[in-house]
């Protein structure tokens, strides 16, 4: 079971639908991992519920039916087939399917690694997930690497797939769900006994600190 967690505010909007697709695709990984984060999801969308039952319905005028039903035509089919085929948001399946694999033509140890580094590798995803405005990636980090000192200029959102890291914060594991934003500075280092693999989702550019500052204008974005 992972020890760090997405906040409850971040879970409340997962379970309302607020986040983005790319936010909710790191939150819905971490819950693959977290039974404790399935349950509170599950017990929002309860209340979400009762919530509803209170609520007056309001008129609709004589041709709102229509309409709706002329909205859904319009829409692709590809888009209404997933729509019907999807689970509904938020709700765990017996064994809980990581979403991130629909995603990957292979398993993560056969992935075709983009080099960065002689130490860090990455997988875009971005276009996969083809959502503008964010940026989603694997990342892969030898076992005992550091990454240089950052911050960030947006928020990011972290889950640990395999492997682990610390920073100035604290150490982090398999499973864990790591958030942070411009005012957070740390220095991710990868555990000696094995490669770090994680999920990482930017809403904005890390932002080097430090001497590496000097790397920003050619960190790529979009």
């Not at 005992?144 to 990011?156: S, W």
Request: a neutral charge; charged letters at 20%.
């Amino acid at each position: 079971m992972s020890g760090n967690h997405p906040d409850e505010m971040t879970l409340m909007d997962y379970a309302a639908g607020s986040l983005s697709i790319p936010q909710s695709l790191a939150v819905s990984v971490h819950m693959c991992f977290c039974h404790e984060c399935r349950t509170l999801v599950k017990n929002f969308n309860h209340l979400g519920g009762a919530l509803l039952e209170t609520i007056k319905p309001a008129s609709a005028d004589d041709g709102a039916f229509d309409a709706l039903m002329a909205s859904l035509d319009a829409q692709p089919k590809s888009v209404q087939k997933d729509k019907a085929s999807a689970p509904a948001e938020g709700k765990s399946t017996p064994h809980f399917s990581n979403p991130l694999l629909r995603y990957l033509p292979t398993s993560l140890d056969k992935l075709s690694w983009q080099r960065q580094t002689k130490e860090i590798s990455v997988f875009d995803l971005t276009s996969l997930i083809n959502v503008g405005g964010f940026r989603v990636a694997l990342q892969k980090i030898k076992a005992g690497a550091k990454i240089p000192t950052h911050t960030h200029k947006g928020i990011e959102y972290t889950v640990l797939l395999s492997g682990g890291f610390s920073d100035e914060m604290g150490v982090y594991h398999t499973g864990d769900f790591i958030a942070r934003d411009a005012s957070h500075h740390h220095s991710p280092v990868a555990l000696q006994n094995e490669d770090c693999v994680c999920l990482t989702v930017l809403s904005a550019p890390l932002k080097f600190t430090g001497w590496y500052r000097v790397l920003n204008p050619f960190i790529s974005w979009r």
